[in-house]
């Protein structure tokens, strides 16, 4: 459905069900991926992977509002608020994750001193 924002220029306008079929398969994509890098070892660091899931969120909530040419303002969450959420969450998670947990999560392991 196509609408008209208050400057007159065309947006898609967001319907319920447009968000919850969208935030269903967002959760169908990144609930597998999540699944999938839980160690079945030693433990991995929970940071960095919250980082790179919602930093990945972000994209795909973004693509998203970019293809439906969704409104960027509007009296409810918009497609590019959630979009934003994603990314914030994933900043602080990467600002709080330390150098040795990124490492590790790519498998180099601890940096050693000497």
Same mark, same amino acid.
């Given at each position: 459905?196509?609408?008209?924002?208050?400057?007159?220029?065309?947006? =898609?306008?967001?319907?319920?069900? =447009?968000?919850?079929?969208? /935030?269903?398969?967002?959760?169908?994509?990144? +609930?597998?991926?999540?699944?999938?890098?839980?160690?079945?070892?030693? &433990?991995?660091?929970?940071? &960095?992977?919250?980082?790179?899931?919602?930093?990945?969120?972000? /994209?795909?909530?973004?693509?998203?509002?970019?293809?439906?040419?969704?409104?960027?303002?509007? &009296?409810?969450?918009?497609?590019?608020?959630?979009?934003? /959420?994603?990314?914030? +969450?994933?900043?602080?998670?990467?600002?709080?994750?330390?150098?040795?947990?990124?490492?590790?999560?790519?498998?180099?392991?601890?940096?050693?001193?000497?």
């Amino acid at each position: 459905m196509v609408a008209r924002d208050n400057r007159g220029t065309r947006a =898609a306008a967001w319907s319920m069900g =447009a968000f919850r079929s969208f /935030a269903l398969l967002l959760a169908a994509g990144l +609930i597998p991926v999540a699944a999938l890098s839980m160690p079945h070892g030693p &433990p991995l660091p929970l940071l &960095p992977i919250v980082s790179l899931l919602a930093i990945a969120g972000s /994209a795909a909530a973004a693509t998203m509002a970019w293809w439906t040419r969704a409104s960027r303002t509007g &009296p409810a969450v918009t497609a590019w608020d959630v979009s934003g /959420a994603f990314a914030f +969450i994933g900043i602080a998670a990467g600002i709080m994750s330390g150098p040795d947990q990124v490492l590790m999560l790519f498998g180099f392991g601890p940096l050693k001193n000497g």
